[in-house]
């Protein structure tokens, strides 16, 4: 969403929150100050919520080597974090889903199936020569 768009939709929600206060018997300046008060809360709630999820991703990525910031992620780091269980098996099928651009079911059946020796050969070929002109190797599910 763009600016204008947040800015609209943050003023009807102060708006409506304004209109409530008033009807429960606030004045309207008041009415006007716990509706302002109440969006503010609700946004910095959010972005707090938000940015505190985001941390502890990127902290749970880097116990496996993974650093998303820069869009380095090695599918053998990945698969790693998907076996090790728990709260990082969810989290590796959400950088999973994000980075291959596909669904959770489609992700999960990608990061168990069994690799062998020659397929893991085949796939290092492939991402070798799709980054020999790009300069950067970022791996095969870098951005």
């Keep these: 969403m763009d600016k204008q768009r947040l800015i609209l939709i943050w003023l009807a ?23 302002v008060l109440l969006v503010a809360a609700i946004v910095g709630g959010a972005t707090g919520f938000m940015y505190f ?3 502890k991703l990127l902290d749970s990525a880097a ?9 380095k ?9 998907y076996f090790s269980g728990g709260q990082a098996r969810k989290d590796a099928l959400f950088i999973a889903t994000r980075a ?4 959770v079911a489609e992700a999960e059946r990608r990061l168990s199936e069994k690799i062998t020796k020659q397929a893991a ?16 190797n970022k791996g095969q599910f870098g951005r």
């Excluded at 116990?63 to 869009?71: E, R, S, T």
Aim: aromatic share 8%; charged share 20%; net charge positive.
């Design 13 to 35: 929600m102060a708006a409506v929150f304004t209109v409530i206060a008033y009807l429960l018997g606030a004045s309207w300046l008041w009415a006007v100050v716990i509706g």
């Design 53 to 55: 999820k985001q941390k």
């Design 63 to 71: 116990k496996f080597n993974i650093d998303l910031k820069n869009g």
């Design 73 to 81: 992620i090695n599918p053998a780091d990945l698969r790693r974090m």
């Design 100 to 103: 291959m651009n596909c669904s």
């Design 121 to 136: 050969m085949q796939e290092s070929m492939k991402m070798q020569q799709a980054h020999k002109g790009k300069g950067k």
